[in-house]
């Protein structure tokens, strides 16, 4: 399979724990994306990657959120001292031109 | 504040029928447009937009923009169930990396 791929699938973890989730994107992709969607929603935007640099991170994002992609390829999402209010689906993109999503990543966080 | 906005939010149709749906777009320095599919997992890529009257088509679903008045429609003629799904707009403007989305048609076809 050469789309977005993410793991984990689904991840449940108790209030107050640290999670990360991982997104490797279509391999020549060298624009990266994390989105967050809540039921009823549309997709927003976290943050955003070109290679290593991010260039891009949303202003509703709180510091427990940091987003990694040290090599340029594959990225990594940190949730630390997780609320509930973080529960959600994470959404990774990648692009060259559109975007591309992954499957997510549904936390839950109980 | 750059916005999107989709309708209508829900529609039922039948077998066999033609929908239309819209997205508006309140933004500064338009880039592109893209719509999406999401059925119940991620959302999967279908076209974008970036020049006025330029139709996309991909078998029965097409697409076109309007810069002038800032909205694009999405067509899909001979609707089937496996239709059935939410379809998202999301607007990339320059000097931001991000698009932004807005919150969806809620699309159900019945048989």
């Known amino acids: 399979d050469t789309g977005v791929s993410q793991n984990p699938r689904h991840k449940i973890t108790k209030r107050g724990q640290n999670v990360t989730f991982r997104c490797d994107p279509i391999?020549?992709?060298?624009?990266l994306y994390w989105y967050r969607q809540t039921l009823g929603q549309g997709p927003e935007f976290l943050t955003y990657?070109?290679?290593?640099?991010?260039?891009?991170k949303s202003r509703l994002l709180s510091d427990r959120f940091s987003a990694e992609r040290p090599k340029g390829s594959f990225s990594t999402l940190e949730i630390q001292r997780t609320e509930q209010g973080d529960s959600a689906m994470y959404l990774c993109?990648?692009?060259?031109?559109?975007?591309?999503f992954g499957q997510g990543t549904r936390l839950t966080v109980v | 504040e750059d916005k999107v906005v989709q309708s209508p939010l829900s529609l039922v149709v039948h077998e066999g029928d033609t929908v239309t749906l819209n997205c508006s777009y309140e933004v500064t320095n338009f880039r592109s447009l893209l719509w999406y599919k999401q059925e119940k997992k991620a959302p999967t890529f279908l076209f974008m937009l970036t020049s006025s009257g330029i139709e996309k088509k991909s078998g029965r679903l097409s697409s076109i923009l309007d810069k002038k008045e800032l909205f694009s429609i999405l067509n899909i003629t001979a609707t089937q169930t496996g239709d059935s799904a939410v379809y998202l707009c999301?607007?990339?403007?320059?000097?931001?990396?991000?698009?932004?989305f807005g919150t969806g048609t809620r699309l159900k076809v019945l048989a």
């Open positions: 993109a990648s692009s060259d031109h559109g975007a591309f």
């Open positions: 999301a607007v990339g403007t320059s000097g931001t990396y991000k698009y932004i």
């Open positions: 391999s020549e992709h060298n624009r």
């Open positions: 990657f070109q290679n290593e640099a991010q260039l891009e």
